[in-house]
């Protein structure tokens, strides 16, 4: 099961791109258990059928991915600041959206234009 805790590690452990795509491990996406999300390749762009060409997670850079993981159930996609979950043996997609805490000078700036 991927909890909170899991995720906050996914996030430390992969804040960086890999050195090329090819570090990658993009031969978990077109396993067998993930026919379901119809997952292609073009050029240097990773595209997902099972989700909507409205979303931004439709279409993917190669390199702006950090990290490719597999779990029991999912197959995880890392980005910088989100990770896409697909599920293996069905179309099911879950994202994760990391937002960045403000730093104290924004949350200075933040309390300041509400008592203007």
Known sequence: MITKKV????????DKRPA???DLNIGLLFSVEMDPHCINID???ITIDSISPD?????LALNH????LEFDREVAIV???SI?????????????INMPKPSKW???LYRRDAEA
């Open 7 to 14: 995720i906050e590690a996914i996030y430390k452990k992969y």
């Open 55 to 59: 979303s931004p997670f439709h279409s």
């Open 20 to 22: 090329s795509p090819y």
């Open 84 to 96: 896409v979950f697909l599920h293996k043996d069905s179309p099911n997609v879950n994202v994760h």
């Open 65 to 68: 991915i950090n990290a490719i």
């Open 79 to 81: 980005l910088p600041t």
């Open 106 to 108: 924004e949350r200075l």
């Open 43 to 45: 050029g240097n762009n």
